[in-house]
């Protein structure tokens, strides 16, 4: 990489685009995301884009797209400006020493550095990241709307459609037997091709995981998400040893390398869910995917619910990934009214087809980006 590319400019907007439909997950219901759009431009090369998005502000974990934007602006932006692009290792290490935790804010801009970093090369961000291992996942799709007729009508139309037959289910907001109902009640309304999932949120303590999650599985569940809070991995760990015909995948508890280590020497889980955003970019998702590699725990492509820019970034890092995987959920841009890249990533036989072209694949329209700005909107955060 030539000295020549050292950053010369970053900036960060967070966007309001609203649901399709309300998305209800166990600590409450959104109608629309907020994700933080970061561009970064190099001197004497190309202009790079990234994203973090979080779900109902504070809500899923600490960071809020107000703290994101925030903690860029004030923190990370000053910590990179004219240093060299090509040292991402470097630049991450600098964002570290600028500001602690952050690791959706400090994800957004690595992402928009690989970005300007891949198209500045003319090559996918999948070179970038160690090479392709494969060109499509199997995609999910959450079933969230809360009521169950509209769940089955989403499912169904989805498999016709031949985009999703592995469906996902948010619990933990309602009493226990009440989830465990509803959830049985889908189970018995889709067709036997479709797999079916439960993300909890951490909703459950360890009594109501080890009552409940017996009467998911025998509803047909076979992965189980989050199930208990993120602190408690002694009841991930005896689930985890416990349960039979269904596999535990951690999610919130799985964030740093030092979390993944944690829950592998525990036994803790037998996948993790792989979040670009909350492992603090793409070069850290990928140490998180070698421990996991390492101790025979699968891996699954998660979303924060990221327009195409976050997806996109997150699809490339996955598609580079060894070991058994459980597909993704990178279907964000699809719960989304509208998108801010003119194409989105193709959908096809119930997959993801991981995208390329230089960077992320992806041509950001810059009018889209100016209709969610919050701030030309002159919206309030939620
Ligand atoms: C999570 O916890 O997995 C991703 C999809 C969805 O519906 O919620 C999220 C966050
Ligand atoms: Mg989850």
């Known amino acids: 990489m030539s000295p020549e590319f050292t950053i010369e400019r970053i900036q960060a907007r967070i966007l309001d685009i609203p649901t399709i439909r309300p998305h209800k997950l166990s600590f409450g219901s959104i109608q629309r995301q907020s994700p933080v759009i970061v561009q970064l431009w190099l001197r004497g090369g190309a202009c790079g884009f990234g994203e973090a998005a979080t779900i109902g502000g504070p809500s899923w974990n600490e960071e809020s797209p107000e703290s994101i934007a925030h903690a860029i602006e004030s923190y990370l932006a000053p910590a990179v400006l004219g ?32 970005d300007a970093l891949a198209r500045t090369l003319g090559i996918p961000a999948w070179q970038l990241l160690g090479g392709k291992l494969h060109e499509s996942l199997p995609l999910a799709w959450t079933l969230a709307s809360g009521d169950v007729e509209r769940d089955l009508q989403e499912a169904q139309l989805r498999l016709e459609q031949g985009r999703h037959r592995i469906f996902k289910m948010k619990i933990g907001a309602r009493a226990p037997q009440d989830d465990v109902a509803h959830v049985s009640r889908i189970a018995r309304g889709l067709p036997a091709t479709a797999t079916l999932t439960v993300d909890v949120n951490q909703a459950w303590d360890g009594n109501t995981a080890r009552r409940c999650l017996p009467q998911l599985i025998e509803a047909g569940v076979t992965l189980i998400e989050q199930p208990v809070a993120k602190w408690n991995v002694p009841a991930l760990r005896q689930l985890a040893q416990e349960l039979r015909g269904a596999l535990i995948m951690a999610d919130e508890t799985v964030c ?39 101790a025979d725990i699968g891996w699954y492509g998660g ?23 459980h597909g993704c959920e990178l279907f964000g841009p699809q719960l989304l009214v509208d998108d801010i890249v003119e194409q989105k990533m193709t959908i096809q036989d119930f997959a993801l087809q991981l995208p390329d072209g230089p960077g992320y694949g992806l041509t950001v329209s810059p009018s889209q980006l100016d209709r969610f700005d919050r701030a030309l909107a002159g919206r309030q955060p939620v």
Do not use: Y
């Open 83 to 114: 240093q060299k692009a090509g040292g991402i290792e470097q630049l991450l290490a600098r964002m570290d020493l600028a500001c602690k935790g952050n690791a959706f804010a400090k994800s957004a801009v690595e992402m928009a550095l690989i």
């Open 256 to 294: 740093t390398p030092q979390d993944a280590m944690l829950l592998a020497r525990e036994q803790a889980a037998h996948v993790f869910s792989l979040k670009v955003a909350k492992h603090g970019g793409l070069l850290r998702t990928r140490k998180v995917a070698a421990i996991a590699e390492a």
């Open 303 to 325: 979303t924060m619910l990221e327009t195409s820019i976050g997806s996109a970034a997150s699809a490339h890092v996955f598609s580079t990934l060894p070991g058994a995987h």
